[in-house]
């Protein structure tokens, strides 16, 4: 069964267009407990949002796991996790925060409930609502 996900990123860092430029990516660098298990919960086929964190807060696109949780090679220290991703394609436009907290059947997810996680699951019904909010 396919899970569904959402990952954060501060665009200055690393952005939808680097992500599309490249193809794919090692989704590294993770530092939660919480996040570093919900990288270990993804598998191949699994579908995410991909949102710019910082002033922008928008979902921006859409991407696939690629290759299940693997020991980070960027870790000096500690169990860590990476996975890798590949986009599938933009949204034609951003979701907004504002947008997703506006809207009462998104007020449960883990975005606005707990906003500081960079890797979060997500119900197939609040994917697919984020997804359509941006066509």
Do not use: C
Not at 55 to 60: L, N, P
Not at 65 to 71: G, H, I, K
């Amino acid at each position: 069964m396919k899970n569904f996900w959402l990952v954060k990123q501060e665009p200055s860092s690393y952005s939808w267009s680097d992500f599309v430029a490249e193809g794919q990516t090692s989704w590294t660098g993770v530092r939660n407990y919480t996040a570093r298990n919900n990288l270990r919960k993804m598998r191949k086929g699994d579908e995410l949002l991909f949102y710019h964190s910082g002033e922008e807060k928008a979902v921006v696109g859409m991407a696939k796991v690629t290759r299940p949780a693997y020991p980070d090679p960027t870790a000096t220290g500690g169990d860590w996790s990476a996975v890798n991703l590949a986009p599938i394609k933009p949204l034609r436009r951003p979701v907004t925060l504002r947008q997703i907290k506006s809207d009462p059947r998104l007020k449960r997810i883990q975005l606005v409930r707990q906003s500081r996680l960079s890797v979060m699951p997500m119900a197939a019904t609040d994917f697919r609502a984020i997804v359509l909010m941006g066509r």
